[in-house]
C-alpha cells in the first residue's frame, strides 16, 4: 500500500542547532514530493517541492531537502533553527495516478529551546 | 493576491446538528481540494473539484458530507448531521492546473468540534 511516513511525531532542538526531519515514502514510482509547513494559527505553507532534475531542493526560510531514490526518502534540513522555526512539519505525496490528490505524513512538532 | 480563506476560523456544534464550511480559492485556480485532519493523525484527503464538478471523491466519509462548488467559485462543505467523530480541522487548498507536481495553496483550515 502506498505510504508516507514522518517517523518523528517530537524534536526538540536549541536554537541555532541543526534541524533534520525525516520522511520516507512508499509508492511504486517515484512521486512529487512536498514539505509544508504550520506555524501556529496559520494554514500549511509550502516550504519546498521535489519532482524531477537536482536532488537537494532549497525552499524557502533557509530550508533544503534532499530526495534519495534508493532509500524512499526526501528529508528536511537547516542548518540553523531560529525560535520561529517552531511549527509542525508535514511531508506530502502528489500521487501520480491521481494527481489531485496529495498523501500526507502524520506531521513532526518542532520545538524550539532557547 | 489573496490566498484561500476558509469560514468560520472554528466552530463547536453539538452532536446532529448541522454546520456548513466556507472556502474560497486564489482567484482564477480550477482545481480546489477539501482535506481533514482528525486529532492525532495525518491530513486526509476528501475530495477534488475540477471548476464545478467533482473530479474525485474517494475520500469522503460517507454521505453525511455534501461539498458543492458554485459556478466553479468558493466551495461549501457540509456535514448533516454531524457526528463526534466529525471533529478535526478542515483544510481546503487550491491549484492552477492539474499537473504532476503542482503546488496546492492551503487555508488556515476550520476547526470543528462536535459535542
Known amino acids: 500500500a502506498q505510504s508516507v511516513t514522518q517517523p518523528d511525531i517530537h524534536i526538540t532542538v536549541s536554537e541555532g542547532a541543526s534541524l533534520e526531519l525525516r520522511c520516507n515514502y512508499s509508492y511504486g514510482a517515484t512521486p512529487y514530493l512536498f514539505w509544508y509547513v504550520q506555524s501556529p494559527g496559520q494554514g500549511l505553507q509550502l516550504l519546498l517541492k521535489?519532482?524531477?532534475?537536482?536532488?537537494l531542493v532549497q525552499g524557502i526560510k533557509g530550508f533544503e531537502a534532499e530526495f534519495k531514490r534508493s532509500q524512499s526518502s526526501f528529508n528536511l534540513r537547516k542548518p540553523s533553527v531560529h525560535w520561529s522555526d517552531a511549527a509542525e512539519y508535514f511531508c506530502?505525496?502528489?500521487?501520480?495516478?491521481?494527481?489531485?490528490?496529495?498523501?500526507f505524513g502524520a506531521g513532526t512538532q518542532v520545538v524550539v529551546t532557547p | 493576491e489573496a490566498g484561500v480563506t476558509q469560514f468560520p476560523s472554528h466552530s463547536v456544534i453539538e452532536k446532529g446538528q448541522t454546520v456548513t464550511l466556507r472556502c474560497d480559492p486564489i482567484?482564477?485556480?480550477?482545481?480546489l481540494y477539501w482535506y481533514r485532519r482528525v486529532m492525532g493523525k495525518e491530513i486526509k484527503f476528501l475530495l477534488h473539484f475540477v471548476k464545478e464538478s467533482k473530479q474525485d471523491e474517494s475520500g469522503m466519509p460517507n454521505n453525511r458530507f455534501l461539498a458543492e462548488r458554485t459556478g466553479g467559485t468558493y466551495s461549501t462543505l457540509k456535514v448533516q448531521p454531524a457526528e463526534l467523530e466529525d471533529s478535526g480541522v478542515y483544510f481546503c487548498?487550491?491549484?492552477?492546473?492539474?499537473?504532476?507536481?503542482?503546488?496546492?495553496?492551503f487555508g488556515p483550515g476550520t476547526r470543528l468540534l462536535v459535542l
Open positions: 521535489y519532482f524531477s532534475g537536482d536532488t
Open positions: 487548498a487550491s491549484s492552477t492546473t492539474l499537473a504532476g507536481g503542482e503546488t496546492q495553496y
Open positions: 506530502a505525496v502528489g500521487i501520480t495516478d491521481s494527481w489531485g490528490k496529495f498523501q
Open positions: 482567484s482564477g485556480h480550477d482545481n
